[in-house]
């Protein structure tokens, strides 16, 4: 499978500027792709999203699954300026949480939230004109979603995470004939006192785990309570999961490059020691599993 870093900022898009420089790791929102052959899934829209629906302007119609973990900004406002959502022939499936409050769309939070930050006092053209069939389906913790594709089938497996108004975290498994890898994308977590058993469950034996370490391991004590995490803690589940590569996400916006390698540097060096690799996740970057 074929993992691609939209976006890995967290909170709020940080363009580059000459007094916070962030071209290295990027500065737009949470936004990842995950292809195998004839299946795309995308997990969040951040703003990220943007440059994803520029890069498959040229391959419509398209058919993609979205899987959000949460409705917060960060991870929808690239939405609105996805383009292939303009196109009649393309056609979404958006996974997420349900809430048995909502009463349209059987209770997706997704369709709701979208809906709203597409309202006419926020953006020119409301969701259901876009053009795209878009459906919203249900994602529960422990229900496995199955995406059949032309070499093998991704399975995606949803859990709750630990962060403000609940975050689903997704275990995405390409099965083959010769084996599996697993992705696990868990961003918008905050750690607790051992490891979170949610999240050990979706990464148990995993090839990657995507994970919040928006503030350093010193700053932590100052945003208890915030839904964040720490590399350091990143490293402790992955210990406990025996996972051996770990991609550090939601950057703060107010980390630039230098102070961004300065972290990735601390996290490898105690990685490598546990027989880890972490890296801080990059725009642009694309691994293989
Ligand atoms: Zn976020
Ligand atoms: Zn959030």
Redesign the pocket.
Same mark, same amino acid.
């Given at each position: 499978m074929n993992i691609k870093i939209w976006g890995c900022r967290? *909170?709020i898009p940080a363009p580059s500027t000459a007094g916070l420089v962030t071209n290295r790791y990027g500065g737009n929102?949470?936004c990842v792709s995950v292809r195998i052959g004839g299946q795309l899934a995308i997990l969040d829209a951040?703003t990220g999203l943007r440059n994803l629906g520029l890069d498959l302007h040229g391959q419509l119609p398209v058919k993609a699954s979205f899987f959000f *973990?949460?409705v %917060?900004?960060?991870?929808i406002q690239g939405f609105p300026f996805f383009l292939p959502n303009f196109d009649a022939r393309s056609s979404f499936n958006l996974y997420g949480r349900c809430d048995p409050k909502l009463k349209n769309f059987s209770g997706s939070t997704v369709a709701s939230a979208l809906m709203l930050q597409q309202q006419s006092l926020n953006f020119p053209v409301a969701l259901e004109r876009m053009g795209a069939q878009l459906n919203f389906f249900k994602a529960e913790a422990g229900a496995a979603i199955e995406l059949p594709g032309a070499d093998g089938t991704l399975l995606v497996t949803a859990g709750e995470l630990n962060?403000p108004g609940s975050c689903l975290g997704y275990r995405i498994e390409h099965r083959t004939p010769k084996g599996s890898r697993v992705f696990v994308f868990a961003?918008?977590t905050e750690h607790e006192a051992g490891p979170n058993a949610n999240l050990q469950k979706l990464a148990k034996g995993a090839d990657l785990l995507f994970y919040?370490a928006?503030y350093a391991p010193a700053e932590y004590s100052q945003f208890v309570g915030w839904?964040?995490s720490t590399w350091e803690h990143g490293l402790r589940e992955c210990a406990a999961a025996g996972v051996k590569h770990m991609l550090l996400t %939601?950057h703060d916006p107010l980390r630039d490059d230098w102070a961004l390698a300065a972290m990735e540097t601390d996290a490898r060096t105690a990685g490598r020691k546990q027989g880890v690799e972490i890296e801080a996740a990059r725009e642009g970057m694309e691994i293989v599993l």
């Amino acid at each position: 499978m074929n993992i691609k870093i939209w976006g890995c900022r967290g *909170s709020i898009p940080a363009p580059s500027t000459a007094g916070l420089v962030t071209n290295r790791y990027g500065g737009n929102t949470t936004c990842v792709s995950v292809r195998i052959g004839g299946q795309l899934a995308i997990l969040d829209a951040g703003t990220g999203l943007r440059n994803l629906g520029l890069d498959l302007h040229g391959q419509l119609p398209v058919k993609a699954s979205f899987f959000f *973990s949460h409705v %917060h900004w960060d991870h929808i406002q690239g939405f609105p300026f996805f383009l292939p959502n303009f196109d009649a022939r393309s056609s979404f499936n958006l996974y997420g949480r349900c809430d048995p409050k909502l009463k349209n769309f059987s209770g997706s939070t997704v369709a709701s939230a979208l809906m709203l930050q597409q309202q006419s006092l926020n953006f020119p053209v409301a969701l259901e004109r876009m053009g795209a069939q878009l459906n919203f389906f249900k994602a529960e913790a422990g229900a496995a979603i199955e995406l059949p594709g032309a070499d093998g089938t991704l399975l995606v497996t949803a859990g709750e995470l630990n962060h403000p108004g609940s975050c689903l975290g997704y275990r995405i498994e390409h099965r083959t004939p010769k084996g599996s890898r697993v992705f696990v994308f868990a961003t918008d977590t905050e750690h607790e006192a051992g490891p979170n058993a949610n999240l050990q469950k979706l990464a148990k034996g995993a090839d990657l785990l995507f994970y919040d370490a928006q503030y350093a391991p010193a700053e932590y004590s100052q945003f208890v309570g915030w839904g964040h995490s720490t590399w350091e803690h990143g490293l402790r589940e992955c210990a406990a999961a025996g996972v051996k590569h770990m991609l550090l996400t %939601h950057h703060d916006p107010l980390r630039d490059d230098w102070a961004l390698a300065a972290m990735e540097t601390d996290a490898r060096t105690a990685g490598r020691k546990q027989g880890v690799e972490i890296e801080a996740a990059r725009e642009g970057m694309e691994i293989v599993l």
